[in-house]
């Protein structure tokens, strides 16, 4: 008999879509979102940019969006998200588990009381990890805290290793964690850079090499590193050329630094994602130098769905899952940007067609079907568990 499960989200978004829709798949899935956002409100989450998604995320699974009575809504604060009308949607959904993406908003909450009084198992997803955790008076307040907070949680459903130490770090037994990794749609990546691939999109007819970063250009992304270490690399030779998709603060200081280092860049500005694809098909290496603040980096997902390698600084979330160094890519320690640089020379150097290969075994792990297939392994062993009380 398929499962009844809903799914709370703070509002529709592009790396959740193919993980919904496989689920669907699988189960009898209802999704909620708390909030509707508009081309501003991605613009004020830190895009740089107001825009709308160019790609389809709505179809293939059954959604209601709630109504947030927040004073201000938005998904940027805790009180931005206020739906009290889960508590009646979870009460009458008959659901055999509810899923949360976290507790950083205010409608979570009410989602988890809801379920404990209409006695539903709740799980949560995040990706936190605790490279990013805070020292001093918050950290042993987070340390007193979060113990009981997870607590509130039947099972947790882990993206990644680092995730599964934080949860552990915090007293969750393994028996309440699930593996449900990270992912982005890697099939419609896949074809839209073979595409690419097969229609000449390639890298610069000159023989230079192309090395990408792609993401919102602030400050704990480290965009700066990446014109710094091909600044290196330039000076000691090597052919390169950087291509910045993306759009943020550091603009301007990136086109100073690339200037002052002869670093030949093309800024691309904010690419939706129907022409990511392409973007990744005709370049080398993607590196992102990030602070811990990256909790993941769905980028590296993204490019590896399209056969290309990453570099990633050892602060982001995704490196012990994504990154085999020789293999998959390479780490290079945060701030260090001769070691970013070398880290880029050595994948470059290697075989184009065995970092392929890798990258496709890589993916079919970090894949919305394992995802999925992760949630349900979990609301199982909740209804095995309900079943003996």
């Known amino acids: 008999m398929r499962q009844r499960i809903g799914f709370l989200v703070s509002h529709p978004i592009q790396y959740y879509a193919p993980f919904l829709r496989e689920l669907a798949a699988r189960c009898d899935l209802t999704v909620f979102f708390a909030h509707r956002q508009d081309a501003a409100g991605q613009g004020r989450a830190g895009y740089g940019v107001a825009f709308d998604w160019d790609v389809d995320l709505l179809s293939g699974y059954e959604s209601r969006f709630l109504t947030n009575v927040a004073r201000v809504p938005s998904t940027q604060s805790?009180?931005?998200?206020?739906?009290?009308?889960?508590?009646?949607?979870?009460?009458?959904?008959?659901?055999d588990a509810f899923v949360v993406p976290g507790w950083s908003l205010r409608s979570y909450w009410q989602a988890v009381r809801a379920c404990r009084r209409a006695r539903v198992?709740?799980?949560?997803?995040?990706?936190?990890?605790?490279?990013?955790?805070?020292?001093?008076?918050?950290?042993?307040?987070?340390?007193?805290?979060?113990?009981?907070?997870?607590?509130?949680?039947?099972?947790?459903?882990?993206?990644?290793?680092?995730?599964?130490e934080y949860l552990e770090h915090y007293g969750v037994p393994a028996g309440r964690l699930f593996f449900s990794p990270h992912c982005v749609d890697n099939d419609a990546f896949k074809r839209g850079s073979d595409a690419a691939r097969g229609a000449g999109v390639q890298g610069e007819p000159s023989g230079r090499r192309r090395?990408?970063?792609?993401?919102?250009?602030?400050?704990?992304?480290?965009?700066?590193?990446?014109?710094q270490a091909v600044s290196r690399l330039v000076s000691a030779g090597m052919p390169l050329e950087l291509v910045v998709a993306g759009a943020g603060e550091l603009s301007g200081r990136m086109e100073e630094a690339a200037r002052a280092g002869g670093v030949d860049v093309r800024f691309l500005g904010f690419v939706n994602q129907s022409r990511l694809?392409?973007?990744?098909?005709?370049?080398?290496?993607?590196?992102?130098?990030?602070?811990?603040?990256?909790?993941?980096?769905?980028?590296?997902?993204?490019?590896m769905a399209c056969g290309v390698p990453a570099v990633v600084s050892d602060a982001v979330g995704?490196?012990?899952?994504?990154?085999?160094?020789?293999?998959?890519?390479?780490?290079?320690?945060?701030d260090d940007v001769p070691a970013l640089a070398t880290a880029i020379a050595s994948v470059l150097a290697l075989d184009t067609d065995r970092v392929?290969?890798?990258?496709v075994a890589r993916m079919e792990l970090y894949s919305p079907a394992r995802a999925a297939e992760g949630l349900l392994e979990a609301a199982h062993a909740l209804a095995s568990a309900n079943r003996l009380r």
Not at 211 to 227: A, C, I, N, Q, W
Not at 277 to 303: F, I, K, Q, R
Not at 356 to 359: C, D, E, N, S, T
């Open 78 to 95: 805790f009180a931005g998200c206020n739906t009290p009308e889960i508590a009646d949607r979870i009460s009458e959904g008959r659901f």
């Open 121 to 164: 198992p709740v799980m949560v997803r995040g990706d936190s990890q605790l490279a990013g955790r805070r020292g001093g008076a918050v950290g042993r307040v987070k340390g007193a805290v979060f113990p009981h907070l997870l607590k509130q949680f039947d099972a947790c459903l882990y993206v990644g290793q680092r995730n599964r």
């Open 211 to 227: 090395v990408l970063f792609v993401g919102r250009l602030v400050e704990s992304k480290r965009p700066l590193d990446v014109v």
């Open 277 to 303: 694809p392409s973007v990744y098909a005709s370049s080398d290496v993607v590196v992102l130098p990030s602070t811990a603040v990256e909790t993941w980096g769905l980028v590296v997902n993204e490019a």
């Open 318 to 334: 995704c490196g012990p899952d994504l990154i085999e160094p020789g293999v998959t890519g390479a780490v290079a320690p945060l």
């Open 356 to 359: 392929r290969r890798a990258l």
